[in-house]
Each structure stands twice: as C-alpha cells, then as structure tokens.
C-alpha cells in the first residue's frame, strides 16, 4: 500500500445520506484515481485527476462527486444519487511519467444499511 | 467496447508448482500492461509490468508473455506458495493515465 492510505477502513452509513472517503498519498504523485470493486468483478474507474484543480469522469461517476484542492489529496463523495453504493472503495495514485504505473491504498469498504 | 479479460475465473494450483494466469485483450492500440495480486480485503499490489515492445519479462519468481498478434497476456509464477493464493488481475492502458482491468483469475495453492 506504501504511501497511501484510506480512511476508514470500514464505514456504514444510512440510505440517503452521503458519505465522504478519504485518500491521502505522500509519494508526489500528480495523478489520482477512484475505483469501485464489487464482489468477483474487477475495478471500474469513477473519477480521476492528473493535476490539482482538475478532475475527469471515469466510467460510472454518476452518483459520486470528488474534488482535487491539494496534491496529496482526493477525497471522493458518495451521494444520495448514487443507487447501489455498497462497495469497496480504491484510490490509487500514479506520477505523470511514461513507465509508471498506479499504486493502491488498502481501500473502504462502504456498506449502506 | 474495448474489453480486457481472463481466461478462466479460477485456478487451483499444487504448491511447488508453476501458474499460469492467462489474460486476453481486444485493444489494439495498448502498449503497457500490468499484473496485480490481491490479497482479500486488501487493495492491488503491483506484480509486474511490460510494454508493447517486449515480448517478456522477468521479475523474482515471475514471468510476463506479451503476444501481441493474439493479443494475449500470461503471468506464470514459479514453485507456487501458500502466500501466492490471491486474485490476480491484468490491467492494459494505451495512454499511460487510465487503466482496463480485467475481472481477475482467483488462485487457490493446495498444500
């Protein structure tokens, strides 16, 4: 996970409310990126940014809003909007440079009661 | 769309023995492709990597296949171990920023 971390671990929250995860990376990387994975199938990408102040839709970003103030930092919101929002939650982060590739954090698992 | 996918959903593997994870791609266009392991309830940890150009890659116990006429993609680990049991996914970009994933191979080492 080196270098990026996300809080909490595990978080449950009441149908219709919205809920904020946290992901927070100390390697300098420029670009940052939300996934969602459900149980057996692979990750689909929900938002992501390549500099600060900038973000783009990935492949499901309806229901979900990010913002990108600083560098180290991509908090991803969960609103009400969103209709099947019980899922684990992975940011991952990468530089801006050709051969790199994304690195993981340990990721939220997000249940809505 | 363009698509990545594995072969086969799950792999059972006697420990001591190699693994092959196979991986098919339909984009043309991508040139880098990468292999995570994921452990349950963890996030991805990449494996390793290789470029359009190369064929082959070798890391600690592990190998990567590139054959871009059939654009196929391999993992094969080596000597197997308990630790080893995980899910593997294959990932392709085109552009270096946003990655495909596969729905991943789940490999169970039997002791």
């Known amino acids: 996970d080196g270098g990026i971390t996300q809080s909490p671990k595990y978080l449950f929250r009441k149908e219709g409310q919205n809920v904020t995860l946290s992901c927070e990376q100390n390697?300098?990387?420029?670009?940052m990126y939300w996934y969602r994975q459900d149980p057996g199938q692979g990750l689909r990408l929900i938002y992501y940014s390549q500099i600060v102040n900038d973000f783009q839709k990935g492949d499901i970003a309806e229901g979900y809003s990010v913002s990108r103030e600083k560098k180290e930092s991509f908090p991803l919101t969960v609103t009400s909007a969103q209709k099947n929002p019980t899922a684990f939650y992975l940011c991952?982060?990468?530089?801006?440079?050709?051969?790199?590739?994304?690195?993981f954090g340990p990721g939220t698992r997000l249940t809505v009661l | 769309g363009e698509s990545v996918g594995l072969h086969l959903p799950t792999l059972s593997v006697q420990e001591g023995d190699n693994s092959i994870i196979n991986c098919a791609y339909s984009?043309?266009?991508?040139?880098?492709f990468i292999w995570y392991k994921q452990e349950s309830g963890k996030g991805p940890q990449f494996i390793i990597d290789i470029r359009s150009n190369m064929d082959k890659r070798q890391g600690q116990r592990v190998t990567v296949l590139l054959n871009k006429t059939v654009k196929h993609l391999s993992l094969q680990i080596a000597a197997t171990q308990p630790g080893d049991s995980a899910v593997y996914f294959c990932a392709e970009t085109s552009n270096d920023y946003k990655l495909s994933f596969g729905a991943g191979t789940t490999v169970t080492v039997r002791a």
């Open positions: 984009n043309s266009a991508s040139d880098y």
């Open positions: 991952a982060s990468m530089r801006r440079a050709p051969g790199d590739t994304q690195y």
């Open positions: 390697l300098n990387h420029d670009a």
